[in-house]
């Protein structure tokens, strides 16, 4: 079974920086497209970015251009570097394939909180 371990949250004020990471076993990790999703209280998981093997990639509107997703295949590991992060950019942040399918494994996540 696949296994997700994401990490690299925190608390951040306004206007901060966070890199995310997210450490995926498999051996098809490097043909696997993957994605960043997150979740805010009350509110349904939404991706915020995606990474094809071949390193093309797409992301929500509310974070292109303050958020960048990249990938070490090598390492079996993708990243999220968050910049001018804004209050409603607090969820927890999952990492996982594109797209997910029901009954799809998802790690524990990783809890960024932005606020003053």
């Known amino acids: 079974q696949v296994q997700l371990v994401e990490s690299g949250g925190g608390l951040v004020q306004p206007g901060g920086s966070l890199r995310l990471s997210c450490a995926a076993s498999g051996s098809i990790f490097s043909i696997t497209t993957m994605g960043w999703y997150r979740q805010a209280p009350g509110k349904q998981r939404e991706q915020v970015a995606r990474?094809?093997?071949?390193?093309?990639?797409n992301y929500a509107d509310s974070v292109k251009g303050r958020f960048t997703i990249s990938r070490d295949n090598a390492k079996n590991t993708v990243y999220l570097q968050m910049n001018s992060l804004k209050p409603e950019d607090t969820a927890v942040y999952y990492c996982n394939r594109h797209p997910t399918f029901y009954g799809d494994y998802w790690g524990q996540g990783t809890q960024v909180t932005v606020s003053s």
């Open positions: 990474i094809t093997s071949s390193g093309s990639r």
